[in-house]
């Protein structure tokens, strides 16, 4: 059973860095493609970056383009979502999902989810 669990949320000021991280397991993820999806109160769930597991190629959201970086750690099974000159926008439940199809930027595209972690910024 694959599970995906995230953590690294918190307060921040505007302008400052958070890095959340997604511990990944019940599989091997070799050919999976691993995300982050954020969902603001109200709004629906958006995406957010992406990774292939196997190849290390990412894409991003525009909003989201040259302040985030995504990555992960294959020996450890993990993802990570570095966070830079966060904004009062970028507050929301940030998801890590998992699923097969690279390239994917809706919520169908992916099979797995975990169960969120809370991100808030400051103004």
């Known amino acids: 059973q694959v599970q995906l669990v995230e953590s690294g949320g918190g307060l921040v000021q505007a302008g400052d860095s958070l890095r959340l991280s997604c511990a990944a397991s019940?599989?091997?993820?070799?050919?999976?493609?691993m995300g982050w999806f954020r969902q603001a109160p109200g709004k629906s769930r958006e995406f957010v970056a992406a990774?292939?597991?196997?190849?290390?190629?990412?894409y991003y959201a525009d909003s989201v383009k040259g302040r985030f970086t995504i990555s992960r750690d294959n020996a450890k099974n993990s993802a990570f979502l570095q966070m830079n000159s966060l904004k009062p926008e970028d507050a929301a439940i940030y998801y890590c999902?998992?699923?097969?199809?690279?390239?994917?930027?809706?919520?169908?595209?992916?099979?797995?989810w975990g169960q969120g972690t809370q991100v808030t910024v400051s103004s």
């Open positions: 019940g599989r091997t993820f070799v050919g999976y493609t």
């Open positions: 999902t998992t699923g097969r199809r690279f390239g994917a930027t809706i919520p169908t595209g992916f099979d797995y």
């Open positions: 990774i292939g597991w196997t190849t290390g190629n990412t």
